[in-house]
């Protein structure tokens, strides 16, 4: 069922689907080329988006885009946090929307369908690894979320001629650790 969030954008969140990878690696690019929220250097091209969003629907896991008077204007996904067995209940979100409507309310209604999604599916913990802890937006939309801050790594990356932390933070989702998981 769409969400729809409170806001003068007023989004649309959905299901991406394959249709949606251009305009989804067109927002991912600039963020990678003029931000810092990324640690990734150069842009995927569309075909690895398109191997990115197989291989997460495939494990099950959402992507989702917002729209805006029906144009793609923001996008969420969870991945695995990592890939050894043990880590299989816990994923972790990305939320990048497009430079031009930002603080509209896209990223928190995105982000609030992710967790959501990601609940009723029966996972238990999501983690957000922020890129750059000067990115103040991000860290208060994940707060906002119910996330709290689990830490933060300093100097672990290095872009645009600076070095960069990064924050990490967690939100438990159901039970979290409260019962083992079926």
């Not at 409170?6 to 991406?16: C, I, Q, T």
């Not at 043990?86 to 992710?114: C, I, K, P």
Request: proline residues 5%; hydrophobic residues 40%.
């Amino acid at each position: 069922m769409p969400v729809m969030a409170d806001s003068k954008a007023e989004p649309l969140v959905r299901d991406a689907t394959e249709d949606d990878l251009p305009t989804i690696q067109r927002i991912y690019a600039h963020h990678v080329l003029h931000g810092t929220a990324s640690f990734e250097e150069q842009p995927p091209d569309v075909e690895e988006m398109r191997r990115r969003f197989r291989t997460a629907r495939e494990r099950g896991l959402p992507w989702f885009v917002a729209e805006v008077e029906g144009v793609v204007r923001g996008y969420a996904y969870a991945a695995p946090y990592h890939q050894r067995p043990a880590y299989r209940h816990t994923v972790e979100n990305s939320v990048y929307v497009d430079g031009g409507v930002l603080r509209q309310g896209l990223g928190a209604a995105l982000l609030d369908r992710l967790v959501d999604s990601c609940a009723q599916s029966g996972l238990r913990q999501m983690v957000a690894v922020i890129g750059d802890s000067a990115n103040a937006a991000s860290v208060k939309l994940h707060e906002r979320a119910g996330f709290r801050l689990a830490g933060v790594l300093q100097s672990v990356g290095f872009k645009h001629g600076r070095w960069l932390d990064c924050v990490i933070m967690q939100r438990t989702l159901g039970e979290g650790d409260e019962t083992s998981p079926a």
